[in-house]
């Protein structure tokens, strides 16, 4: 019957529907479980890369301290050398500054050399420590630049994480909604076949009809009844 055709009709396009919906919903499946491996690989990485930063974050302050200690240091035997510069001047002089009194010659030249001796160790010093400082210094930015790049690393890995996470979230929302539509699909034929059930139960008692009064009036004429 035309019912039957209809029904079959509707049917093939409801297979079709159905077996697009379970390819796509295969395949946002598959991708979804691509990115739930990758962010199981990135949150690796990333806790790699945060475990470097903190360690180069580590060794730049321990640089960024010894860096300190040095430029004290040298600040320290800057001020020495200056207090011994002040010291030797009061020894160029004839007499005591303090107690006015002559100075004499063998004590002048004992303490100048003194001073003098200590100065030269000094200025030895301060050298080696300006030194060891403009190393600390390169060793320092050079720790500072890659404490740099590794919190880049970590803000880009972070960033496409969230990424990733997003796109797992779209692709397991748009699963959902097939899922939905394949069950409201269902009902929908579901009362699509007991509405065309119950139009054939009313073209059956339609024709049912039909067929009675067509025996009824060919009774009616064999009678003489008009």
């Known amino acids: 019957s035309k019912v039957e055709v209809y029904e079959s009709n509707i049917e093939a396009l409801n297979e079709s529907a159905r077996s697009d919906r379970d390819q796509r919903k ?73 107690c006015e009194q002559p100075i004499a010659e063998e004590h002048r030249e004992k303490v100048s050399d003194a001073i003098k001796r200590e100065g030269r160790e000094l200025v030895e010093r301060r050298k080696s420590r300006e030194e060891e400082a403009k190393d600390k210094q390169r060793e320092r930015d050079e720790l500072a630049r890659r404490e740099r790049e590794r919190s880049e690393q970590v803000a880009e890995l972070r960033s496409e994480g969230s990424h990733k996470k997003r796109l797992k979230q779209e692709k397991a929302e748009e699963i959902r909604r097939l899922e939905q539509s394949a069950e409201h699909a269902g009902g929908d034929m579901r009362r699509l076949r007991e509405e065309m059930a119950e139009l054939e139960r009313e073209v059956a008692l339609r024709d049912r009809r039909v067929k009675t009064y067509d025996r009824l009036d060919s009774l009616l004429q064999e009678d003489g009844i008009k």
């Open 26 to 98: 295969d395949a946002l499946s598959e991708e979804v479980e691509a990115l739930k491996q990758e962010l199981a690989d990135m949150r690796q990485r990333l806790e790699e890369r945060q475990s470097e930063h903190d360690a180069e974050r580590e060794r730049r302050e321990a640089a960024d301290n010894e860096l300190a200690q040095r430029k004290q240091e040298v600040a320290d035997i800057k001020a020495r050398i200056k207090q011994l510069r002040e010291r030797m001047q009061v020894f160029e002089s004839d007499y005591c500054p303090t």
